[in-house]
């Protein structure tokens, strides 16, 4: 059987996590900020986890991850 490519795009977006989930970044903290709260812009620190039913989509993407 052939090797299955990675997805280049989503290995630079996703990382594996120990228990097999994978952690992302938060969006919408590139640009315009300005008219954003000084809240929501440290919320949207640090990362957090890819959604259940998005995960088997990040693992087809990611197959050596």
């Known amino acids: 059987m052939p090797k ?3 997805n ?3 290995a630079k977006r ?3 996590t120990a ?3 994978f ?3 938060h969006a919408h903290k590139r640009h315009i900020l300005t008219k954003m ?3 929501r812009i440290r919320q949207l620190r640090g990362v ?3 959604h259940d039913s998005d995960v088997r989509e990040v693992n ?3 197959p050596y991850a």
């Open 37 to 39: 709260t000084g809240k």
């Open 23 to 25: 952690k992302r970044a």
């Open 19 to 21: 228990k097999g989930g």
């Open 14 to 16: 996703f990382k594996r």
């Open 48 to 50: 957090t986890q890819v």
């Open 60 to 62: 087809k993407m990611l």
């Open 8 to 10: 280049k795009g989503a």
């Open 4 to 6: 299955l490519k990675t």
